[in-house]
């Protein structure tokens, strides 16, 4: 007799940035034009949800002028073929004017001058070093902080979400709820302790 079974995955240890690891990140001053680049393209992902596949096709075509006046990204997901729309946030924003004139985006009519995917992770974790901190840093763990520490955080709708992630589905996107509502219950504990509050009985 066959038993069937399902392996239950931890799908809530998803490693993201604090917005403070983030903005210590963005202020780090590099000695080399490489690592500037590593973590400007990291930094671009934190604040848009794209995942490699797209950032490293992203070019003029994929933005365009919204209803409301704004710049938006428009790209179809590789992964599910879902698209994604999202709002060009003017640090995203800053990023792509600063390397409008770069030789490897023109040569390759690029937004972004984006290494193998391989070798982006491998410099992620040279970056991660460098700036203190002690995270596996991968272009995954961008998305993540954009879901994170960067939307859901600071108020942004689930739906709206998961609609600029292209998840397929929004219990996808619940799981960075999940992420998001431990650490609102840790950071209130926390707070009950420092203000010696105890539990009512």
Known sequence: MIHSF?????????????????????????????MEIIRD?????????????????LSEEHIHI??????????????????????LLPKAKAIIIKYKSFPESENKR?????????????????????CGINKNLSMH??????????????????????KMLGHTSIKTTQIYARIVDSKISADMKGLAMRMGMTEIG
């Open 6 to 34: 399902k392996v239950k995955r931890n799908e809530t240890h998803r490693d993201y940035l604090t917005l403070q690891e983030l903005h210590h990140l963005e202020r780090k001053k590099f000695l080399t034009v490489r």
């Open 66 to 87: 919204g209803n409301d006046g704004e710049e938006w990204i428009v790209i179809d997901r590789t992964k599910t073929d879902i698209r994604c729309r999202v709002p």
């Open 41 to 57: 393209a990291f930094v671009f992902a934190c604040y848009t949800g794209l995942a490699y596949a797209e950032l490293v096709r």
């Open 141 to 162: 763990v961008a998305r993540h902080t954009f879901a994170t520490s960067v939307t859901l955080s600071n108020g942004v709708p689930l739906e709206t979400v998961s």
């Open 110 to 130: 690029r937004l972004l001058p984006i290494h193998s995917n391989q070798k982006m992770n491998e410099y992620l974790k040279e970056l991660a070093t460098i």
